[in-house]
């Protein structure tokens, strides 16, 4: 009896040309992150239930996908291990190790998929990747004018428009929990549910803050001075007014200004930033700027980050300063597909060298070899079958062009050129294959 395929809810198949368009993307984000001095690194799917545990907040830790010990243990149901839920919790771990090998300043890039034991709605999944940046041991608040400025970069070489990046600080956040009235105790608690106002709404997070333990009054009144102001000046000039004796809110708000205008200098083209004092990121490492970026037309974040001085410390026993953002990878190939931002991903292969018998074999493997030395993708078709059924074959498979030796060629050491988009043939050398502008040709 034949096994019933299938796959785990929230995980997913792709087929070759949908990978061609993932790669495409990924290649991209690779590539600037380079340009911006970032650094690969690679850290196992797999890390002790300690070092994830206790990081990502009460709703984040219910997320892990924990894994049971093994042999005579695994009665207990007791769990040692788990899959990464991100990747900054992992390269804390990595840096702490690493502290002797990686220098001073850190940049590091990361792109691997983690895993959340979700029910993930529109554009989410269990099993996705992320593409982070950070950099480690470098103050605010230049390093977060770089990580913006390359994420920035990464989404204008990917033609994304209407992008607002939306800044916040977790000191700003904290302080104006305190001058609502509400008891430093509920920071996090409070923090995990104004983390929700973009998918439940004002209505419901009042609503949630009561249920929390939160006086009415007070989560009303930290709702009426987190909305936004109708300009970043206006806003940072209402919180300054707020925050007399909170000095590390103050000096928040200096380095809020600090990026504000620094990305002016790169920000255009569609992408703004919005100072946002409703922006929380739920997660408990954070301890200075967050920021997420969102796609207009969409209801949530295409990347999101922050500051993180003292997770690292966690795990070397010395806080050591960090900031980060991650791309939400899947997010980003789900709105390029339905808004068609891809180019053309059918064709799987350039050229396709046709066969007539066993005879044109090794020229044509030859032919194939030389035009692979040029850069082309090439194949070998994989029988004797007709001319007509070889064209259909390449046509199926995308190829720009069908190359033939027959048995007169062969003889003058020749090959057939056709072009699969104008119809043209052209016979020539094989010894002088050229590519020209794009084009394979035949040198003169």
């Known amino acids: 009896m034949a096994i019933k395929a299938g796959i785990p809810k929230g995980t997913r198949d792709f087929l070759p040309q949908q990978m061609?368009?993932?790669?495409?993307?990924?290649?991209?984000?690779?590539?600037?992150?380079?340009?911006?001095?970032?650094?690969?690194?690679?850290?196992?799917?797999?890390e002790n239930i300690e070092t994830l545990m206790g990081k990502y907040g009460e709703e984040g830790d219910q997320l892990l996908f924990k894994i049971l010990m093994r042999g005579a243990k695994a009665a207990s149901g007791q769990c040692d291990l788990g899959l990464r839920y991100d990747l900054t919790v992992p390269l804390s771990r990595f840096v702490a190790m690493h502290q002797n090998?990686?220098?001073?300043?850190?940049?590091?890039?990361?792109?691997?998929?983690?895993?959340?034991?979700?029910?993930?709605?529109?554009?989410?999944?269990?099993?996705?990747?992320?593409?982070?940046?950070?950099?480690?041991?470098?103050?605010?608040?230049v390093a977060e004018i770089e990580l913006?400025?390359?994420?920035?970069?990464?989404?204008a070489d990917l033609k994304f428009g209407g992008l607002v990046i939306h800044l916040n600080d977790r000191r700003v956040l904290r302080a104006l929990i305190e001058v609502a009235g509400i008891d430093v105790a509920l920071e996090t608690t409070a923090v995990t549910a104004i983390d929700k106002l973009d998918k439940i709404g004002r209505?419901?997070?009042?609503?949630?803050?009561?249920?929390?333990?939160?006086?009415?009054?007070?989560?009303?009144?930290?709702?009426?001075m987190i909305a936004p102001k109708e300009s970043n000046e206006a806003t940072l000039v209402a919180l300054e007014e707020l925050f007399t004796g909170h000095e590390d809110a103050l000096q928040a708000l200096r380095e809020m200004r600090t990026i504000v205008g620094a990305c002016s200098a790169f920000c255009g083209d569609g992408r703004a930033v919005l100072v946002d004092p409703s922006l929380a990121r739920?997660?408990?490492?954070?301890?200075?700027?967050?920021?997420?970026?969102?796609?207009?037309?969409?209801?949530?974040?295409?990347?999101?980050?922050?500051?993180?001085?003292?997770?690292?410390?966690?795990?070397?026993?010395?806080?050591i300063p960090a900031v980060g953002i991650s791309l939400g990878f899947e997010r980003i190939c789900v709105i390029m597909e339905e808004r068609k931002m891809f180019d053309d991903t059918r064709r799987s292969v350039d050229v396709v060298v046709g066969l007539f018998d066993e005879t044109s074999l090794a020229p044509s493997i030859e032919v194939s070899s030389k035009i692979r030395a040029l850069g082309l993708s090439c194949e070998l078709?994989?029988?004797?079958?007709?001319l007509a059924k070889q064209f259909k074959y390449a046509n199926e498979r995308g190829a720009r062009?069908?190359?033939?030796?027959?048995?007169e060629e062969m003889t003058r050491r020749e090959v057939t050129l056709k072009d699969m988009l104008s119809g043209t043939q052209t016979t020539g050398s094989w010894d002088k294959l050229s590519l020209i502008e794009g084009n394979l040709c035949f040198e003169d």
Request: negative net charge; aromatic residues 12%; hydrophobic residues 35%.
């Open 101 to 141: 090998e990686i220098g001073r300043i850190f940049k590091r890039y990361q792109i691997q998929p983690v895993y959340r034991a979700d029910r993930p709605g529109h554009g989410r999944f269990r099993e996705f990747y992320q593409c982070d940046i950070d950099m480690i041991g470098a103050p605010a608040p």
């Open 148 to 155: 913006l400025h390359a994420v920035n970069d990464v989404f």
């Open 203 to 224: 209505e419901g997070v009042s609503k949630e803050l009561t249920e929390r333990g939160i006086a009415a009054e007070a989560a009303e009144k930290l709702l009426d």
């Open 20 to 46: 061609r368009a993932r790669m495409r993307v990924m290649d991209t984000i690779r590539r600037v992150y380079e340009k911006h001095g970032f650094e690969p690194i690679e850290t196992p799917a797999i």
């Open 282 to 319: 739920g997660l408990n490492y954070y301890t200075g700027a967050i920021f997420e970026i969102q796609a207009e037309g969409l209801g949530s974040s295409i990347a999101g980050g922050g500051r993180y001085d003292h997770l690292i410390g966690m795990f070397s026993g010395k806080d």
């Open 401 to 407: 062009y069908v190359a033939l030796i027959g048995s």
């Open 381 to 386: 078709y994989s029988g004797f079958d007709k």
